[in-house]
């Protein structure tokens, strides 16, 4: 079975820095997907970047970027400029990679609860 | 993406009572989730919603109590029934597009039994 590990309940950062989330995982897998999910306050479920474990490239979207470190089986979330519009609660989460038909559900970390101050 | 339209968005609910979560895509999904956020939690995986068979269970929630339908591509519900305090929470429906695609949520039905 697979486990998300987020090590840091809570984390602030100031308007305009810089902040990094932390990640690590335990998988026998060889081919999975890693992802970073936003919930703000509203509930709703926001993907925020996704990774292939094959790719070494580490996933870029705008001002998020990962560090993904396979042999490590850590990955982890920068968040740069950051604005007030990013105070959420940031999952990251596993999933397996399937071959044929189907897809295999996600497993999530516990969170780590990121507030923006001005 | 699908968007997901999920209802009702919050109730609050007497102990015994059981209340339907309905889920509905804009457009045909081959897998639905069903997860559960208790307060200041995770998401915890309470099933795969299936078309045409009977819903996957994960360990530790059963079918009398979160009975599940999918009678089409686009359509479930999750029921929680005999519900007690406990059972409060956040019910997220997702889906996903295809075969490796992310997940896509709902909003999620906040759920308060008294």
């Known amino acids: 079975a697979q486990t998300v590990t987020q090590s840091q309940p809570e984390m602030s950062v100031q308007e305009a820095e810089t902040v990094t989330l932390s990640c690590t995982y335990d998988?026998?897998?060889?081919?999975?997907?890693l992802f970073w999910y936003k919930q703000p306050p509203s509930r709703q479920m926001i993907l925020v970047i996704r990774?292939?474990?094959?790719?070494?490239q580490n996933a870029t979207e705008n001002r998020f970027s990962v560090n993904f470190q396979k042999a490590a089986k850590s990955f982890s979330l920068k968040i740069s400029d950051s604005q007030l519009g990013d105070t959420a609660m940031y999952f990251c989460?596993?999933?397996?990679?399937?071959?044929?038909?189907?897809?295999?559900?996600?497993?999530f970390g516990k969170g780590t609860r990121l507030s923006v101050i001005a | 993406s699908a968007v997901i339209s999920q209802k009702p968005s919050r109730d609050i609910c007497q102990r015994g009572t059981s209340l339907t979560i309905q889920c509905q895509v804009d457009?045909?999904?081959?897998?639905m989730f069903w997860y559960r956020q208790q307060p200041g939690q995770s998401l915890t995986l309470i099933a795969t919603?299936?078309?045409?068979?009977?819903?996957?269970?994960e360990s530790g929630f059963v079918i009398d109590k979160f009975p599940i339908s999918r009678p089409n591509l686009t359509f479930s519900t999750l029921t929680v029934s005999n519900m007690s305090p406990e059972d409060s929470s956040i019910y997220l429906c997702?889906?996903?597009?295809?075969?490796?695609?992310?997940?896509?949520f709902g909003n999620g039905t906040r759920l308060t039994v008294t």
């Open positions: 998988t026998s897998e060889n081919n999975y997907y």
């Open positions: 919603a299936n078309q045409g068979s009977e819903a996957t269970y």
């Open positions: 457009s045909q999904v081959t897998m």
């Open positions: 989460a596993f999933m397996k990679r399937e071959e044929n038909s189907g897809n295999t559900p996600l497993v």
């Open positions: 990774q292939e474990a094959y790719k070494q």
């Open positions: 997702s889906v996903t597009t295809g075969v490796n695609s992310p997940l896509h």
